[in-house]
Structure formats: C-alpha cells, structure tokens
C-alpha cells in the first residue's frame, strides 16, 4: 500500500513538524542511533518514528490500578511505584475513554503526562487520542460519571488552588497527591456517597475543569482524535473514508478549538459533528468492532471494503481502534487490517485482565500478564 506523505494534507492551521528528544541521552537507548521522531500537527496528527517500538493501550475508564498493570505489561512503566518511564525510545498511544466510570481520572491523564515528560527525554514519546467520553464530558454530558470522578475534580481544584494555579506543576504533581489523599481520608472515613452539599460542588468542580476552555479541557485539547505514527492510524471508535476526505488534520484541529472554547464567527464554541458527534463519527463508530459471527458474508465483505478503502486513502496498513470492549480480548480481524484494544479492564466496565498491542520490527502482537509473566496471544507479521 503506497506510503502517505506528511504533506499531503493541507494543514489546518499551517503546522511545522517538531522533534522530539533526540536519542542521543545519558539513558541506554532501545535501539541506539535512531532517528529523532517527528511530529506533524497541533495537535499532532502525523508522527514518524523510524524504528520505534510502539505499544498502544485502551479504554482505561478512571482505574488508575489497571491503568499501571497495562503500562507495565507494555514495558513502559516502572513496578516499584515510584512511576517512572522504562520504555526507552518506545513510542507509546492510549486510545482515549480515560474519563468516566472510575475515581481516578485526573490522576490517569497526570500519569500519561509525566510519562510523556519522561519518555521525551529518552527518545520515546506518548501519545494520546481523545474518546467519545472526553468528548462527552467537555460537552456537558455527564451521565456515566462515577461519584469518585465528582469527588476527585473538587479535590483537583483545591489542590489546584494550593498551587496557586500554576497548571503545569498540579497536573504533572497530581497523580501522587491524589493517592495520598485518598489514604487520609481513608483514614479519617472522610468520604460520603450521601453528602448532596459536596456532591453539588463536584458537579460544579468538573463543570469548571471541563467545560470548553476549562483548565482541563484545555489539557484534553493536546490531544488528536486520529493519529497516524508510521504506516498506522489510531482513533478511538473507527475512521471512515468520509472522515480521511475530510481531513484528518482538519478534524484534529477542529475538536481542539472547540475544546480550547475557541469560538465560531457566530460567537460560540461549535462541537465538530463529524468527528464527535453521531454513530459513524470518529469517536463513536463501532463498525469494525462489531462481532464477525454474528454478521452475514455480505455484510463482512461490505465492511472489509470500506476498511481497505480508508486504509488505502489514509496510507495505513491497519488501524487501531479502542471503544466497544473485546470479550475475547484484544484481537484482530479482515486480514488483520484492524486490531480492536478495548478490552474492558476497568473495574467499571468488565474488570478484565489488562492486554495491550505491541507493535515491533512489522510485526504486531497481542500481550497480557499471567502470573507475573508476559505471554503472547497473537501475532501477524506485515512484512
């Protein structure tokens, strides 16, 4: 399938690439003499990552335990709780749905960002793309969070307030201080699921935090709905060959104004429709990952056509997607052309076993943790 240029796109607005850390540090490298990656994009929408190893992870949900179990099956975080980054120059994707059903939201999101701080360091980088549930909440839609997320946006804020709202030095800070407050209050059994009073101000609090142009929807809008690094394509739910025409930097662009609060000539922020909004949008989209045995051979042959008609548009060779959990966990399907991550490991979906995509030298591999050991499930050689 014939490679896609970083500029063959035109650029929404006109981006420059940037290098990120050259692989040149005191720290031993994967490989040693790679070249710096690349990135496209504001946000980034196109990253080269010549001869990276990439991991990419999913749906996290607010557990922040599974959250850790999954990075360190993917190599890239430390086991011995101090959060450190051990991927080297590995290049490492989560799929987005951090928001929502679990308690620990913010201090997931602080974690990937100091990682990131970290792995740039040392040549590797993390990336995220936003989910249908990031989306969500910047719109208001807060129907699926759990009552730990209310509590935790109003203890970000306080905390936030100590720091004299200095962004950086919070956020980056906050996944340390959120366990050690949890373990006062644990102590002092400070917390009450029937305190209507406080459960207003949590409401408030992530109203503040997420609404378009809030602090930490500012924070989300770093971040791509579609990412391609190398020869694959990342989003959350699926790409569609409408989306690619559209303009996949176009797109990225777009839901990072609207998240930003930027505002339309009309005078308020619009939520992209293509890329947020409806069941075939880039967030929602569930057609690759419906179950093949419970589709016709017409329907199958359907699907695979559009599949290899975006794949050949985009210049992929396969595509990952998070959004519908996998029962059978993380598995691929139509020749391998699209690997589906979601496999439900928070403890507010299936409480399942964590397993993450490995992507390394063409080959892709499906991995999981089994009594302390990482055994491989699948493998596919695009060589």
């Not at 129907?143 to 956020?171: I, K, M, P, Q, T």
């Not at 056509?305 to 992929?316: D, I, N, R």
């Not at 997607?321 to 699209?338: E, F, M």
Request: aromatic share 8%.
């Amino acid at each position: 399938m014939a490679s896609l240029s970083l500029n063959s796109f035109p650029l929404q607005p006109p981006s420059q690439p940037r290098r990120l850390a050259d692989s040149s540090s005191s720290f031993t490298p994967f490989n040693a003499g790679l070249k710096p990656i690349v990135v496209c994009g504001n946000p980034p929408t196109f990253v080269s990552a010549p001869g990276r190893r990439i991991v990419a992870v999913g749906d996290l949900h607010g557990d922040l335990a599974k959250a850790r179990c999954a990075l360190e099956i993917a190599g890239v975080l430390s086991s011995d709780g101090r959060d450190m980054w051990t991927g080297g120059e590995t290049v490492l994707i989560q799929l987005g749905d951090i928001l929502d059903r679990g308690g620990d939201e913010i201090a997931i999101l602080s974690l990937l960002r100091s990682l990131d701080i970290q792995a740039n360091a040392k040549g590797g980088a993390v990336f995220q793309v936003n989910g249908n549930h990031e989306t969500m909440n910047v719109n208001g839609d807060f129907r699926y969070v759990d009552s730990r997320g209310f509590d935790e946006c109003l203890d970000f804020l306080e905390y936030l307030d100590d720091c004299e709202h200095n962004w950086e030095e919070a956020f980056v800070n906050w996944v340390g201080v959120s366990e050690r407050l949890k373990d006062l209050k644990m102590s002092e059994k400070y917390w009450d699921p029937w305190n209507l009073v406080k459960r207003q101000q949590g409401v408030i609090a992530r109203s503040t935090l997420l609404k378009p142009g809030g602090p930490l929807a500012c924070e989300l809008a770093r971040h791509a709905v579609v990412l391609k690094v190398d020869d694959w394509v990342f989003c959350h739910g699926g790409l569609l060959p409408h989306h690619v025409a559209y303009g996949i930097e176009r797109m990225n662009w777009e839901v990072s104004k609207w998240m930003r609060g930027l505002r339309d000539s009309d005078g308020s922020p619009q939520i992209p429709f293509i890329a947020t909004s409806g069941y075939d949008s880039v967030v929602w989209n569930r057609l690759y990952s419906r179950d093949i045995s419970e589709l016709d051979g017409h329907q199958i042959n359907q699907i695979q056509s559009v599949l290899e008609e975006t794949l050949q548009a985009v210049g992929a060779k396969a595509m990952v997607v998070g959004h519908t959990p996998q029962t059978s966990g993380v598995n691929c399907a139509y020749d391998c052309s699209i690997w589906r991550i979601d496999v439900g490991m928070s403890s507010g979906v299936l409480d399942s076993q964590p397993e993450v995509l490995e992507i390394r030298d063409s080959k892709a591999r499906a991995i999981k943790s089994e009594r302390d050991t990482v055994r491989e499930l699948q493998i596919v050689d695009y060589t």
